[in-house]
Structures are given as structure tokens and as C-alpha cells.
């Protein structure tokens, strides 16, 4: 049965591994972004380490506002590889 709507994927191996280096990198921001927090959450248990502590807080934000950087970055190359295919570049609620 048809619902008169067609669904066309068009990837190639340029675009799936620019994906992938995308969502590695990705991925490796939010680690260290965890991991600075947690660290940092850590050293407010003292008062000899709260300085630090807040600086890696600082840290971590910067690493969060660098995630949206991330997802950018990777939707103008991917427009770069596919002018004037808006699709090529498309994001959705499941992408990183």
C-alpha cells in the first residue's frame, strides 16, 4: 500500500564519513564536558579547591556552547559537498 509519498535517501561515503567525524567529535566534547563538570562539582567539596573547581566549570560551559558550534560546522560542509540540496543538510531531533 502507498500513501502517495515517496522517501528518498541519498547518502554517499563523503557525506556519511563527514557525519561520522562530526558525531566522534561530538561525542568527545561531551565527555570531557561531563568530566569537567563532575571534577569540578568534586573540588566544591573544599574550600582550597573551589577556585579550581570554578574554573573548570567555566571550562565546561565554554564546552557547551562549543556542541552547537559543532552541529554548524557540520551542516555548512555538508551544504558545501550539496549546493542547493537543503536536504543534504538536514538535522533532526536524533542528530548530536
Known amino acids: ?55 573548570l566549570f567555566v571550562l565546561g560551559s565554554v564546552l557547551m556552547l562549543i556542541r552547537p558550534c559543532i552541529r554548524l560546522t557540520r551542516r555548512l560542509h555538508l551544504q558545501r559537498i550539496h549546493p542547493g540540496d537543503e536536504g543534504a543538510a538536514h538535522e533532526s531531533s536524533m542528530d548530536f
Not at 19 to 36: A, H, K, P
Request: zero cysteines; charged letters at 20%.
Open 1 to 55: 500500500m502507498s500513501n502517495g509519498h515517496d522517501l528518498e535517501i541519498r547518502i554517499g561515503r563523503d557525506e556519511l564519513q563527514i557525519r561520522q567525524r562530526y558525531e566522534t567529535l561530538s561525542i568527545l566534547n561531551d565527555i570531557v564536558t561531563g568530566l569537567l563538570f563532575l571534577v569540578g562539582s568534586v573540588l566544591f567539596f573544599g574550600d582550597s579547591t573551589a577556585y579550581t573547581g570554578t574554573w
